[in-house]
C-alpha cells in the first residue's frame, strides 16, 4: 500500500492522486503507474506545498478572479401620493421537510437546503399585506417579524442600511451602498407577479442578491468564495474533479464514473447557510391584495347606493308631507306580555310621514281576539327609540293601525297587533302572540349599516300564518327596510 509523501495518508495502490490533498503521487515520487488524468485548467503537474505557488497560476482549489460585472442603471422615478413601506424578516416552512426556509426578498420558490427541494410560495402577498397592518395568521407555514424603520441589513456585515431617502421613489434596478463595508444593497421594482396581487407595491429594498438577480435582472458582483470552481480529487481513481454551485451534492467522476458524495466543508463554502435577513417593500396608500381591494371599492358603492336611495326616500316622504299638510299620530305600546294589553297613543316616536323608512305587503285579521281588518303598512320605527330590538308598523292613511315586532327574553320573538276598533279615548287594546299559535311565523329583523341621528336602521320581513284559539286567524307577509 502506497503512501502520500506529501501529508502521509495511505492510499490504495495504483492510486495517481492523494484524495486528501490533491497531490499526484508520480510527481511527488510515489508508485502509481500509468499516465494521471488530466489536469484542471491545463495547469502542468505540481506538489501543493504551503506558501509555494504553481507554476504559471494559483494552486488547484484557490479561487480565480471572476470577471467584472457591468454597472447598473441608476433611474428613479418620483411617485406621487403616500408612500408606505413594510420592513420584514420572513421565513416559511418546507414543504417537504418542515425546515425553516428565509425568505429574503419576494420570490415565488423557496429552495430548502435541508432537503434540497423547492416549495411553491402562494401566499406572499397576503403575508405582506397582514405584515403591513401588523398582523400574523395563527399556524400558518409563515413567520414574519416586522421593523418599524426602513432599514433593511447589508448581507455582507448585517449592517441596517437607511433608505429614507429612497422611499419615495421608483423604477431604479441598482445597488445602494452599505455604510459600513460599501457592499451594494439591491433594490428593484416590485415583480410584476407580485404588482398584480399587491396593486400598491413599488419598490424592493435588500433581501438576497439571487432574488434581485432571478426577478430584476440585476447584475452584481457577489462573493468570489462562493462562485468560483474548487478542485478535488476522486476518492476512487485520484481524478481531479472540478466542484461548482450548480453541481449535485452527488456528483460523478468523469474518468472511474464513481459517485462522490461532497462533504459537508465544501457544500457549505458553495452554499452557504442563508439566514433571514430585513429587507423592505413600498407601497403607496394601504398595501392590500387585489381581492380584498376589489371588496372594499364594491362595499363603497353599496354604501353609496344605500346613500342615494336614503335620500330619494325622504326626498319622497317629505314631499308626501307637504301634499297632506298635517301630521299624524304615532303609536307607541307599553307593555309586553301576553294576551290583550292597553297601549297609549302618544306622538313619542314622531309623526307619520316623516320617515325615510319604506314597507310593502299587508297584514290580514279576521275573527276574535284580532276583530277584522286589513293593514298596508307604510312606515317603520326603529326598537332602538324604546330600547327593544324590534320594529313598529305604522299606516300613514289610518293613524290607529300599528303592529309592533320585538324579542321578548322569555319567548324569543313576539308580535304585537293593535285593534284598530278598540281606540277610545286615546288608549287601544293589543294582542300579543308568539310561534305556538301560527303555522308559519317567520320573523327576521337585521341591522343595517346605516346610522341616522344615532338610529341604526333595520330592515327585515314578517311572514305569518296564525289560528287562535278564539277561531280566528291572521296572514300577513311584510318586508320592511330603513327603519328609523
Given at each position: 500500500?502506497?503512501?502520500?509523501?506529501?501529508?502521509?495518508?495511505?492510499?490504495?495502490?495504483?492510486?495517481?492522486?492523494?484524495?486528501?490533498?490533491?497531490?499526484?503521487?508520480?510527481?511527488?515520487?510515489?508508485?502509481?503507474?500509468?499516465?494521471?488524468?488530466?489536469?484542471?485548467?491545463?495547469?502542468?503537474?505540481?506538489?501543493?506545498?504551503?506558501?509555494?505557488?504553481?507554476?504559471?497560476?494559483?494552486?488547484?482549489?484557490?479561487?480565480?478572479?471572476?470577471?467584472?460585472?457591468?454597472?447598473?442603471?441608476?433611474?428613479?422615478?418620483?411617485?406621487?401620493?403616500?408612500?408606505?413601506?413594510?420592513?420584514?424578516?420572513?421565513?416559511?416552512?418546507?414543504?417537504?421537510?418542515?425546515?425553516?426556509?428565509?425568505?429574503?426578498?419576494?420570490?415565488?420558490?423557496?429552495?430548502?437546503?435541508?432537503?434540497?427541494?423547492?416549495?411553491?410560495?402562494?401566499?406572499?402577498?397576503?403575508?405582506?399585506?397582514?405584515?403591513?397592518?401588523?398582523?400574523?395568521?395563527?399556524?400558518?407555514?409563515?413567520?414574519?417579524?416586522?421593523?418599524?424603520?426602513?432599514?433593511?441589513?447589508?448581507?455582507?456585515?448585517?449592517?441596517?442600511?437607511?433608505?429614507?431617502?429612497?422611499?419615495?421613489?421608483?423604477?431604479?434596478?441598482?445597488?445602494?451602498?452599505?455604510?459600513?463595508?460599501?457592499?451594494?444593497?439591491?433594490?428593484?421594482?416590485?415583480?410584476?407577479?407580485?404588482?398584480?396581487?399587491?396593486?400598491?407595491?413599488?419598490?424592493?429594498?435588500?433581501?438576497?442578491?439571487?432574488?434581485?438577480?432571478?426577478?430584476?435582472?440585476?447584475?452584481?458582483?457577489?462573493d468570489q468564495n462562493q462562485t468560483q470552481p474548487i478542485a478535488m480529487a476522486c476518492p476512487s481513481c485520484g481524478g481531479g474533479l472540478t466542484i461548482t454551485a450548480e453541481s449535485e451534492r452527488t456528483t460523478s467522476c468523469q474518468y472511474c464514473q464513481a459517485s462522490v458524495f461532497l462533504p459537508d466543508e465544501l457544500w457549505k463554502r458553495l452554499h452557504p447557510v442563508k439566514t433571514m435577513e430585513r429587507w423592505t417593500l413600498t407601497y403607496t396608500g394601504t398595501l392590500k391584495t387585489a381581492e380584498d381591494l376589489k371588496e372594499q371599492q364594491e362595499e363603497q358603492q353599496q354604501r353609496q347606493q344605500q346613500q342615494h336611495q336614503q335620500q330619494a326616500r325622504i326626498a319622497q316622504v317629505t314631499a308626501k308631507a307637504q301634499r297632506a299638510g298635517k301630521r299624524g299620530k304615532v303609536v307607541s305600546f307599553l307593555g309586553a306580555g301576553v294576551g290583550i294589553v292597553v297601549a297609549v297613543v302618544a306622538v313619542a316616536f314622531g309623526a307619520v310621514g316623516g320617515s325615510c323608512s319604506s314597507v310593502e305587503g299587508k297584514f290580514v285579521a279576521k275573527g276574535e281576539p284580532l276583530s277584522k281588518f286589513t293593514m298596508r303598512p307604510t312606515e317603520c320605527r326603529s326598537g332602538q327609540r324604546k330600547n327593544f330590538h324590534g320594529v313598529i308598523l305604522l299606516s300613514e292613511k289610518k293613524e290607529n293601525q300599528a303592529i309592533k315586532i320585538l324579542e321578548d327574553p322569555m319567548k324569543g320573538m313576539v308580535v304585537q297587533v293593535q285593534i284598530p276598533s278598540s281606540c277610545k279615548n286615546g288608549r287601544c287594546k293589543v294582542v300579543t302572540f308568539g310561534e305556538d299559535a301560527c303555522d308559519t311565523f317567520d320573523i327576521e329583523v337585521n341591522r343595517t349599516n346605516t346610522t341616522v341621528n344615532d338610529i341604526r336602521l333595520l330592515e327585515g320581513h314578517l311572514k305569518l300564518k296564525c289560528k287562535f284559539d278564539e277561531g280566528g286567524t291572521a296572514k300577513a307577509k311584510l318586508e320592511f327596510s330603513s327603519c328609523d
Open positions: 500500500m502506497a503512501s502520500c509523501p506529501s501529508c502521509g495518508t495511505a492510499l490504495s495502490d495504483g492510486a495517481g492522486f492523494c484524495y486528501r490533498c490533491g497531490a499526484h503521487l508520480d510527481t511527488a515520487g510515489g508508485a502509481g503507474a500509468g499516465s494521471p488524468p488530466p489536469q484542471l485548467g491545463g495547469s502542468p503537474q505540481w506538489s501543493p506545498q504551503p506558501g509555494t505557488p504553481p507554476p504559471g497560476g494559483p494552486p488547484v482549489g484557490v479561487p480565480m478572479p471572476a470577471a467584472p460585472t457591468p454597472a447598473p442603471s441608476t433611474t428613479w422615478q418620483a411617485v406621487q401620493g403616500t408612500v408606505g413601506h413594510v420592513t420584514v424578516m420572513m421565513a416559511v416552512k418546507c414543504n417537504h421537510c418542515a425546515a425553516p426556509v428565509p425568505l429574503n426578498g419576494p420570490t415565488k420558490v423557496a429552495h430548502c437546503e435541508n432537503c434540497y427541494k423547492e416549495s411553491p410560495l402562494g401566499r406572499i402577498p397576503e403575508e405582506l399585506a397582514l405584515a403591513a397592518e401588523g398582523m400574523q395568521v395563527m399556524g400558518s407555514p409563515y413567520t414574519s417579524r416586522t421593523s418599524s424603520t426602513p432599514d433593511p441589513v447589508c448581507s455582507k456585515c448585517g449592517e441596517g442600511v437607511d433608505v429614507t431617502q429612497y422611499l419615495n421613489h421608483v423604477g431604479a434596478t441598482t445597488t445602494i451602498p452599505c455604510p459600513k463595508c460599501g457592499t451594494g444593497l439591491p433594490t428593484f421594482p416590485a415583480p410584476a407577479w407580485l404588482r398584480a396581487e399587491l396593486p400598491m407595491a413599488l419598490q424592493v429594498f435588500g433581501g438576497d442578491l439571487e432574488v434581485a438577480q432571478q426577478e430584476a435582472g440585476l447584475a452584481v458582483s457577489v
